[in-house]
């Protein structure tokens, strides 16, 4: 047997607000409250194929280029559409060394958290 990531989780200074941006992102719900924390997710809930996303309040600001990030493909438009989506919800595109000519856009949500949008679009 192996395992299966069914949860991510991040520091946020503003844990309402970036479940609101990457529930609007993925289309997911808030699926639990707790002490300041906000879980999002799948209509379905936690333990499905795709991971649920806990936001755990901080103090701590966010320090340099994260090690780990996300990365998301459309599922209903190409990339271009997307990008101006996710731009108009919030997200922002930065720059940590890209060359140009990538096919992803790397982007940051309201509290720099990079991430990336990939080209492929995939099944909803």
């Known amino acids: 047997m192996a395992c299966r990531i069914t949860e991510l989780v991040l520091d946020s200074r503003e844990p309402e607000r970036l479940a609101e941006f990457w529930c609007e992102v993925l289309g997911y719900v808030v699926l639990d409250r707790v002490r300041g924390s906000v879980q999002i997710g799948p209509e379905a809930g936690f333990g499905g194929l795709q991971p649920t996303i806990a936001f755990n309040p901080t103090e701590n600001p966010k320090l340099g280029k994260l090690p780990l990030h996300i990365d998301v493909n459309s599922t209903d438009r190409d990339q271009d559409a997307e990008l101006e989506r996710l731009l108009g919800i919030g997200a922002r595109q930065v720059d940590i060394g890209q060359m140009g000519e990538e096919s ?17 679009r995939v099944s909803g």
């Open 104 to 120: 992803w856009h790397v982007l940051a949500d309201p509290e720099g958290n990079e991430f990336c949008l990939l080209r492929q």
